[in-house]
């Protein structure tokens, strides 16, 4: 009869056990791919890639169309800016360092530091930032139709 008990308490403890390691798993799982932090840096990644690519459309699709920086420069501004980066230089390399996301509903500002690297004929150099002191940046981010789009950069 002991025996069964204590073999009845194994078994309440093992399934508390799985109960508690799937809830932490799924919670992990979910701040992971399905939290609002997580989209936005998702969001970040991917507007970073375009850059470095050279896609412009692709870079102009995560912006909003109210767009603007602190330097007074619009979305249509940023375009030929663009354009012009692209046409004067070989590629582009975005370092994002030490991101912190704040949400408040459907609004969000990503803190992070930034190094920009331009290659031209064989030779680099820092557009924005460096190794030793990246560029702070900040970008204020809206939600327009259920996804993050920038609606303010300053650096």
């Given at each position: 009869?002991a025996?069964?008990r204590?073999?009845?308490?194994?078994?309440i403890f093992?399934?508390?056990g799985?109960i508690?390691v799937i809830?932490f798993?799924?919670?992990q799982?979910?701040?992971a791919?399905f939290?609002?932090?997580a989209?936005?840096?998702?969001?970040?990644?991917?507007?970073?890639?375009?850059?470095?690519?050279g896609d412009i459309?692709?870079f102009l699709?995560?912006?909003?169309?109210?767009f603007f920086?602190?330097?007074?420069l619009n979305h249509q501004?940023?375009e030929?800016g663009l354009?012009?980066?692209?046409?004067?230089?070989?590629?582009i390399?975005?370092?994002v360092?030490?991101?912190k996301?704040?949400?408040?509903?459907?609004s969000?500002?990503d803190s992070l530091?930034?190094?920009?690297i331009?290659?031209?004929g064989g030779e680099?150099?820092?557009?924005l930032g460096?190794?030793?002191?990246?560029?702070?940046?900040?970008?204020?981010?809206m939600?327009e139709?259920?996804?993050w789009k920038?609606k303010?950069?300053?650096?």
């Open positions: 009869m025996q069964r204590g073999i009845r308490k194994h078994k093992v399934s508390l799985l508690l809830f798993g799924v919670t799982l979910y701040y791919f939290s609002q932090k989209n936005i840096k998702k969001t970040v990644l991917k507007t970073k890639k375009s850059l470095e690519v459309r692709g699709s995560f912006l909003s169309k109210d920086d602190n330097h007074g501004q940023v030929e354009k012009e980066l692209f046409r004067e230089f070989d590629g390399k975005i370092n360092t030490s991101q996301i704040r949400v408040n509903g459907e969000a500002t530091g930034a190094i920009v331009v290659k031209r680099q150099g820092f557009l460096s190794f030793v002191q990246p560029a702070p940046v900040k970008v204020n981010l939600k139709k259920g996804e920038v303010r950069v300053e650096w």
